[in-house]
């Protein structure tokens, strides 16, 4: 079985500055596939990021970075120069490797930009 | 391109009623997945369908049911409605062999429904 666990509830940033989403797992497969979706309020779960598990280097796509460290089992999601639309839910998740691609949320993340 | 789409986006239904949900996957993709998304949830993985055929299910009971249809297209059947189903209902698409490890999932907006 997969666990996801984001302890942040919500989180402020100030607009422009960097703020980082914490996420850990659990899972007793040897390949898989992290991510983080972005929720915002109209309910579009919108795909961030992608990391493998045997990637050697973290990910990044844009303002987005994924802290990988696979020894400790954690996932941060990295969000450089906030914007007032980054404003959201944020979801970190996980896929076991092969076709069976069920993929396990976290609970989530409310993120609040201020301007 | 055209992204994952849902319909409806709103469905009000009441106990006991049933219903079916539609989804379309992106171009390209020919698999399909169904979440749930209680308030204040993270979304639950229903099931998924591959050839046609359900290949993984979720915790959910047998009154959840879907189908795909040979252009790839999904529908999720619920019947005999309870409260407890009021939820934002996901549909995301995939491709079987995109060539990532666990693969990457892309979702529609969903479709929100409320059972009184």
């Known amino acids: 079985a997969q666990k996801i666990t984001q302890t942040q509830p919500g989180m402020f940033v100030q607009e422009k500055e960097a703020v980082t989403l914490d996420c850990t797992y659990d899972?007793?497969?040897?390949?898989?596939?992290l991510f983080w979706y972005k929720q915002p309020s109209s309910g579009e779960m919108i795909f961030l990021i992608y990391?493998?598990?045997?990637?050697?280097q973290n990910a990044t796509e844009g303002r987005y970075s994924l802290n990988f460290q696979k020894a400790r089992k954690s996932a941060n999601l990295v969000i450089s120069a906030s914007q007032l639309g980054d404003s959201a839910m944020y979801f970190c998740?996980?896929?076991?490797?092969?076709?069976?691609?069920?993929?396990?949320f976290g609970i989530g993340t409310k993120l609040q930009v201020i301007p | 391109d055209a992204g994952v789409t849902q319909s409806p986006t709103h469905l009000i239904k009441t106990r006991g009623q049933q219903v079916t949900l539609r989804c379309s996957p992106k171009?390209?993709?020919?698999?399909v997945s169904w979440y749930q998304q209680a308030l204040g949830q993270g979304p639950q993985f229903i099931f998924q369908?591959?050839?046609?055929?359900?290949?993984q299910r979720g915790n959910f009971p047998d009154r959840f049911s879907g189908h795909q249809f040979p252009n790839y297209s999904s529908e999720l059947n619920v019947n005999a409605l309870l409260l407890g189903d009021s939820a934002l209902y996901l549909c995301?698409?995939?491709?079987?062999?995109?060539?990532?490890?666990?693969?990457?999932?892309?979702f529609g907006a969903g479709t929100r429904l409320s059972v009184l």
């Open positions: 369908y591959y050839e046609e055929e359900e290949r």
């Open positions: 990391q493998g598990s045997y990637d050697q």
């Open positions: 171009s390209g993709h020919d698999t």
């Open positions: 995301a698409s995939s491709l079987e062999f995109g060539g990532r490890p666990g693969g990457i999932q892309y």
């Open positions: 899972t007793s497969d040897p390949s898989y596939g």
């Open positions: 998740a996980m896929s076991p490797s092969g076709g069976y691609q069920k993929v396990t």
